[in-house]
């Protein structure tokens, strides 16, 4: 059974900063990408940050050159540290966990979601 614990949201305001960690438990052989996407009220789920296996890295254009994805693959763990935050950067921010193997000979991943946690950045 894997699990993606996120914590680090919280109430913050406009220009401020915040960290958010998501942690994969479980018996885990390999991890192809980790990502961060958010959700705002009445709007759809979109991709905030992604990186993949090697150090890749891929951010929506609204976030650039203000959050910056992380990750430590010994606790299988990523990071997403967002600065100069906006009004419009509040959501429900989701942990992902794409291609997850548990087996070394497992031919196909799965993927997984985090609970949420939620990012409100007052004007």
């Known amino acids: 059974q894997v699990q993606l614990v996120e914590s680090g949201g919280g109430l913050v305001q406009a220009g401020g900063s915040l960290r958010l960690s998501c942690a994969a438990l479980?018996?885990?052989?390999?991890?192809?990408?980790m990502g961060w996407y958010r959700q705002a009220p009445g709007k759809q789920r979109e991709l905030v940050a992604v990186?993949?296996?090697?150090?890749?890295?891929n951010y929506a254009d609204s976030v650039k050159g203000r959050f910056t994805i992380s990750e430590d693959n010994a606790k299988k763990t990523v990071y997403l540290q967002m600065n100069s935050l906006k009004s419009e950067d509040t959501a429900v921010y989701y942990c992902?966990?794409?291609?997850?193997?548990?087996?070394?000979?497992?031919?196909?991943?799965?993927?997984?979601w985090g609970k949420g946690t939620l990012v409100t950045v007052s004007s």
């Open positions: 992902n966990a794409d291609d997850v193997r548990t087996r070394w000979y497992d031919s196909d991943g799965m993927d997984y």
């Open positions: 479980g018996s885990i052989f390999s991890i192809n990408a």
């Open positions: 990186i993949a296996r090697g150090g890749t890295t």
